[in-house]
């Protein structure tokens, strides 16, 4: 079955990365084409990055992990939504509106969202789209602008080993599975996942990301352990393609399930 898309699905500019170390505690520097990429979108030579860490434990750190990147490495300036910011819509709606490029850092996805929904930030979000900023993240960052995500939220937050499904904010409209390789359970749960996910497909990355403009997708890759997979059930079987791509091609590939 092929879905009628309407004009609202060729909108927006967003790169989801699905995994890849950003060079903090002296790990290799492997996001660099995607943080590239993403300035490069807003057509701007010093751009406006805000920086939000809120699904992480220590997001004061992880920002200066980021300010290290966009503003040491590529002369942004930078800011970050702080906790005590999100308190006061005024200080939220500002620093949205004055950002050209707003970064979702990884973490305990279902925190995020509970966090987003709780102060009205994910309609923000949603009107920072409609402003044509170039929306953006990591792992829990870039599951919160899809339909649904494979996440690990249980896994930190309670210790045990069991992946949930997580609603998005249902920009781009699939189910995100980052580090979909190196985390061995993620593929497994993909699949049961996706036997009650409908009307999607899963689009599994690691170290590579999903880049979207408007009408057209591609996968930007890191090196030669990039990964990028999309998968469904068909007909009783599961189906899993490599769709690592480095020209465009119509979004509605990337969006098509039978």
Same mark, same amino acid.
């Given at each position: +079955?092929?879905?009628?898309?309407?004009?609202?699905?060729?909108?927006?500019?967003?790169?989801?990365?699905?995994?890849?170390?950003?060079?903090?505690?002296?790990?290799?520097?492997?996001?660099?084409?995607?943080?590239k990429?993403?300035?490069?979108?807003?057509?701007?030579?010093?751009?406006?990055?805000?920086?939000?860490?809120?699904?992480?434990?220590?997001?004061?750190?992880?920002?200066?992990?980021?300010?290290?990147?966009?503003?040491? +490495?590529?002369?942004?300036?930078?800011?970050?939504?702080?906790?005590e910011?999100?308190?006061?819509?005024?200080?939220?709606?500002?620093?949205?509106?004055?950002?050209?490029?707003?970064?979702?850092?990884?973490?305990?996805?279902?925190?995020l969202? %509970?966090?987003?929904?709780?102060?009205?930030?994910?309609? +923000?979000? &949603?009107?920072?789209?409609?402003?044509?900023k170039?929306?953006?993240?990591?792992?829990?960052?870039?599951?919160?602008?899809?339909d649904?995500?494979?996440?690990?939220?249980?896994?930190?937050?309670?210790?045990?080993?069991r992946?949930? %499904?997580?609603?998005?904010?249902?920009?781009i409209?699939?189910?995100?599975?980052?580090? &979909?390789?190196?985390?061995?359970?993620?593929?497994?749960?993909?699949?049961? +996942?996706?036997?009650?996910?409908?009307?999607?497909?899963? &689009?599994?990355?690691?170290?590579?990301a999903?880049e979207?403009?408007?009408?057209?997708?591609?996968?930007?890759t890191?090196?030669?352990?990039?990964?990028?997979?999309?998968?469904?059930?068909?007909?009783?079987?599961?189906?899993?393609?490599?769709?690592?791509c480095?020209?465009?091609?119509?979004?509605?590939?990337?969006?098509?399930?039978?």
């Amino acid at each position: +079955m092929v879905f009628i898309f309407n004009e609202e699905y060729y909108m927006g500019k967003f790169v989801a990365i699905g995994g890849g170390e950003n060079g903090h505690h002296n790990t290799k520097y492997e996001t660099a084409p995607f943080d590239k990429e993403i300035i490069k979108l807003t057509g701007k030579t010093t751009p406006n990055f805000l920086f939000i860490g809120l699904a992480n434990s220590h997001p004061d750190y992880y920002f200066e992990v980021m300010d290290g990147i966009y503003a040491g +490495m590529y002369s942004c300036k930078t800011d970050y939504l702080r906790y005590e910011d999100i308190k006061h819509k005024d200080i939220t709606i500002n620093k949205i509106k004055n950002a050209d490029i707003i970064y979702v850092g990884g973490g305990n996805t279902a925190k995020l969202m %509970r966090l987003f929904r709780k102060y009205g930030i994910d309609k +923000m979000l &949603i009107e920072a789209y409609n402003d044509d900023k170039v929306l953006c993240g990591v792992s829990a960052g870039g599951i919160c602008w899809c339909d649904w995500g494979n996440s690990d939220s249980e896994i930190i937050s309670l210790g045990n080993d069991r992946m949930i %499904r997580v609603k998005g904010l249902g920009l781009i409209h699939i189910l995100f599975a980052p580090h &979909i390789v190196t985390q061995p359970n993620r593929s497994e749960s993909v699949k049961q +996942m996706m036997k009650r996910t409908y009307r999607v497909s899963a &689009i599994g990355l690691d170290n590579a990301a999903l880049e979207i403009i408007d009408d057209k997708y591609r996968i930007l890759t890191n090196d030669n352990n990039s990964a990028a997979q999309k998968c469904y059930w068909k007909n009783g079987k599961y189906i899993t393609e490599n769709i690592i791509c480095a020209e465009f091609k119509n979004v509605e590939e990337l969006y098509e399930k039978c």
